[in-house]
Nanobody, 121 residues
Framework: QVQLVESGGGLVQPGGSLRLSCAAS????????MAWYRQAPGKRRELVAF???????NYADSVKGRFTISRDNAENTVYLQMSSLKPEDTAVYYC???????????????WGQGTQVTVSS
């Protein structure tokens, strides 16, 4: 079992930056690939970015070049640095722990409770 707690959400103006954190506990953090999903009102949940156990990041086209995912295995924490934020980035952001399939796709096993990010002037 893995417990995940997100923090760092809030209200930010368009063009601004925000860093989300996700603290993990309950299992060996380094054994899991980690990812951030988001869900906006009325929309499907979307995989934003994931990072492998080796530290390689992968991104949705909608955030590529603006968001950076990173992990600190010593602190059992994964981060999502978000820059050049747009109103369409407004969503609840969820941290997950999971694995990587043979084809390179990420799958989630555990979910956090989510943190709200609102981009508005």
């Amino acid at each position: 079992q893995v417990q995940l707690v997100e923090s760092g959400g809030g209200l930010v103006q368009p063009g601004g930056s925000l860093r989300l954190s996700c603290a993990a506990s309950g299992s060996i953090f380094g054994d899991y690939a980690m990812a951030w999903y988001r869900q906006a009102p009325g929309k499907r949940r979307e995989l934003v970015a994931f990072i492998t156990t080796g530290g390689n990041g992968n991104y949705a086209d909608s955030v590529k070049g603006r968001f950076t995912i990173s992990r600190d295995n010593a602190e059992n924490t994964v981060y999502l640095q978000m820059s050049s934020l747009k109103p369409e980035d407004t969503a609840v952001y969820y941290c997950t722990a999971g694995g990587i399939l043979y084809d390179g796709a990420y799958y989630p096993d555990y979910w956090g409770q989510g943190t709200q990010v609102t981009v508005s002037s």
